[in-house]
Nanobody, 125 residues
Framework: QVQLVESGGGLVQAGGSLTLSCAAS????????MGWFRQAPGKEREFVAA????????YYGDSVKGRFTIARDNAKNTVYLLMNSLRPEDTAVYYC??????????????????WGQGTQVTVSS
């Protein structure tokens, strides 16, 4: 079991940038595939991005491709989500997730085992 704590959420104007962090503890972080998801009020949870344990493979949801970047630092047990060109429709609670066995490309369709509590991102128009 790995514990995940997100940080970095907040209020930003449209067109701005924000970086989310997710700190992991409890198990060897480098063995986990990591992902970011989001959920807006009244909407289903949406896959945002995933990264393999080595950082060599990354995958993105269609709505964030070209604007968001997922990265990880295994020495710091942390995964990041760099968000640029933010839009009001990016407003949501963002969740960090981890799985010890799923390939990164499968996290988009199979729910990871471990989840953080979420951090709110609000983009004003």
């Amino acid at each position: 079991q790995v514990q995940l704590v997100e940080s970095g959420g907040g209020l930003v104007q449209a067109g701005g940038s924000l970086t989310l962090s997710c700190a992991a503890s409890g198990r060897p972080f480098s063995s986990y595939t990591m992902g970011w998801f989001r959920q807006a009020p009244g909407k289903e949870r949406e896959f945002v991005a995933a990264i393999s344990w080595s950082g060599g493979n990354t995958y993105y949801g269609d709505s964030v491709k070209g604007r968001f970047t997922i990265a990880r630092d295994n020495a710091k047990n942390t995964v990041y989500l760099l968000m640029n060109s933010l839009r009001p429709e990016d407003t949501a609670v963002y969740y960090c997730a981890a799985d010890p066995s799923l390939e990164a490309y499968r996290i988009a369709v199979i729910a990871p085992r471990n989840w953080g509590q979420g951090t709110q991102v609000t983009v004003s128009s």
